[in-house]
């Protein structure tokens, strides 16, 4: 009778440890899956498709918030530069109103991340409608982040077309 009890002791003495290890095994995989981030140079990324996403509503107001308060912009359709909010408003303003349906679609994008600053420089495109027609301008960028708790807010961003080929 004792080896029975004590087998069924050890069978469930085994039976909680699988149980326990299960459960924490379980508990982290939750864990990284939701507090873990795919990484700095992907946060960069994100961020970058986020003011991608945000040009595409023709919001003035929604672009401007992804600046840093003190964000610079050399814009593909300015010859000045914008150094506040106002200005960088003022400057979203005019190219949704020049631009109507604006868009953007990314090429290459070479990332690079330095601490809490970060650089992305590369091609897009913007479309846009113009006499009931899709019209392009290619264009090259670059845009430096900065984290902000948790947001990578644009500090400085300058684009300009892109210059034909040399041949």
Do not use: C
């Amino acid at each position: 009778m004792k080896s029975l009890h004590r087998r069924g002791g050890r069978n469930m003495r085994f039976r909680l440890w699988t149980s326990a290890l299960r459960f924490v095994l379980a508990g982290s995989l939750l864990l990284t899956g939701s507090v873990a981030s795919a990484g700095p140079k992907e946060d960069v990324g994100a961020a970058t498709m986020r003011w991608a996403q945000t040009l595409g509503q023709n919001d003035p107001d929604k672009v401007v918030l992804l600046y840093a308060t003190d964000g610079v912009l050399w814009g593909t359709l300015s010859p000045t530069v914008r150094a506040d909010r106002a200005a960088l408003r003022d400057y979203f303003v005019t190219a949704f109103k020049v631009l109507p349906g604006l868009k953007v679609t990314f090429g290459e994008q070479l990332i690079r991340v330095y601490g809490g600053t970060a650089v992305n420089t590369g091609y897009y495109t913007f479309s846009y409608i113009k006499d009931g027609e899709t019209k392009t301008l290619p264009a090259r960028y670059s845009f430096t982040f900065v984290k902000d708790g948790e947001n990578w807010m644009i500090v400085d961003h300058h684009s300009s077309a892109m210059p034909a080929s040399l041949r």
